[in-house]
């Protein structure tokens, strides 16, 4: 304990210095928000600090990404450059906030109260009320030497808010240094906005959700997707989930959509499959599958799965139809979501990664798959 507190008067002392150094510069400014989740302090910048609009705290929605800041809190923000929606989900519940309209929703299409914005071509969501809508998330405000900390936690959260400040201290006065060099000026608290939301501007590559299908290398897809920062859809066969309860639980502990690939003739036998995969994945991962492959079906027997309660996946690119990962990327449609299908067979590896490479060259979008992101898709 002496140890942890001589740490904490050290940082203390240096993140001092530097506050002395940004004195200049921070005394000319307003409020200034900085960012933190659970243990890790956020880069703040010009374009994306949190503001106060109408009594309401807006922080930008990847203050929720576990695709940008690495941290799953459980509830996650996806935004759709094609359809210019943010949906905020936990896998169960989830609200989608349209940009266009100005208007936000739930799952069930029922209007909620709740609005967000665009500042700076940067999407802002309401963070108090969702953190109220979904009740495992919370966001705290903590004034510190460098502005106050606006910071989401879960239940993972080790340190409170008052300890974070001071062990995170060097961290926030740097953080505070490169706001001021992106050239923000502290407007903490903005008036209501006129005129509508401004727009956001779209990223270069494909928008996609990413399933494989399990196979002899599944393992290795995964730690190859999880060394990326990402997770997909991984779709079991029910007739070959005996055995891969441990395979199960490695995927869904580690943040993986887990799904069910049903080669039924029609629905009535597709359905059977679905429940059988169901009552398996319950066994071995207490996971409740509700995303469902049925290629043999046509729209009317996809339909009555999907009134049964599933969602369906169909794939728009599959790894058959390439010669190579980059082949695949380049034919995804930009103008529209894909829905991209690989193999985990044995040369599912390297073509994955192969996959992968070609989407960072070319700015691709992944969105995580899970039931309620493509049930709005």
Known sequence: MRRWKKGLVG???????????????????????????????????AENMPRTVGGVLYVPYTMLSNQVNGINLGVSALYSTTRRTVLVTDGQRGVIFDIQSGTAQDLNGAPVSARAMVRNATVFIPIDWLCQYFGTISCTRTRTPYGTLIRVTNSAAILNDRDFADAAGMQLADSLRRYLETGGRGEGVDPLPSGGVESSQAPNGA???????????????????????????????????????????????????????????????????????????????????????????????????????YVVW??????????????????????????????????????????????EERNCQVYLATAPALAQA
Do not use: W
């Not at 150094?21 to 910048?45: C, S």
């Not at 079991?236 to 039924?264: I, K, V, W, Y």
């Open 11 to 45: 940082a203390a002392l240096l993140a001092a210095f530097l506050l002395a150094l940004l004195v200049p510069a921070f005394g000319a400014t307003g409020n200034v928000n900085l960012m933190a989740v659970n243990e890790r302090v956020l880069e703040t910048t």
């Open 207 to 309: 928008e996609l959700f990413l399933a494989l299908r399990c196979g002899p290398s599944a393992r290795e897809c995964a730690q190859t997707l999880e060394g990326r920062d990402q997770r997909a859809l991984f779709l079991f066969e029910p007739e070959e989930l005996p055995g891969q309860d441990g395979l199960a639980r490695r995927l869904a502990g580690a943040g993986h959509t887990l799904g069910l690939t049903l080669s039924g003739q029609d629905e009535d036998s597709c359905l059977a499959q679905a429940e059988r995969g169901r009552t398996l994945l319950a066994a071995a991962a207490r996971y409740n599958a509700l995303v469902v492959s049925a290629p043999n079906l046509d729209e009317q027997g996809r339909e009555a799965l999907e009134r049964a309660g």
């Open 314 to 359: 169909t794939a728009t690119a599959r790894e058959e139809d390439a010669s190579s990962g980059s082949a695949l990327i380049r034919g995804l449609d930009p103008k529209q979501l894909n829905y991209v299908e690989l193999a985990c067979g044995n040369q599912g590896q390297a073509f994955l990664r192969a996959t992968l490479n070609a989407m």
